[in-house]
């Protein structure tokens, strides 16, 4: 299995911006707050990624156990549909109901 750092110089060598994000939930040990997994470790979100392989190799000097984070729609070309199954909601029966109403996704 690949390195999360190896995951993002690659991604960054591709020209799509990375960030590291929170590989599971954790708390603010002063607040009490609880912070979600998958949530960015930096503090401007999608807003601070980057291509440039000293700050991508320096976020993960940080964080080496860190998810890879992508922001998606135009800064990449691609737009991403995540489809869920959770107690009471299934994202693929959804999805289905959907495209039975308003026809297939492209």
Avoid at 43 to 49: P, T
Wanted: hydrophobic share 40%; charged share 20%.
């Amino acid at each position: 299995m690949q390195q999360p750092l190896t995951i993002a110089l690659s991604y960054a060598a591709a020209g799509w911006p990375v960030f590291p994000c929170r590989p599971k939930e954790g708390h603010d040990p002063q607040t009490g707050e609880i912070i979600p997994e998958k949530s960015p470790l930096v503090g401007n979100g999608f807003r601070g990624a980057s291509t440039t392989p000293r700050i991508v190799n320096a976020r993960w000097a940080s964080n080496p156990d860190a998810a890879v984070g992508i922001p998606t729609g135009e800064k990449i070309g691609a737009w991403v549909l995540d489809l869920d199954i959770k107690p009471n909601a299934n994202g693929h029966e959804w999805l289905a109901a959907m495209e039975d109403k308003h026809g297939p996704l492209p």
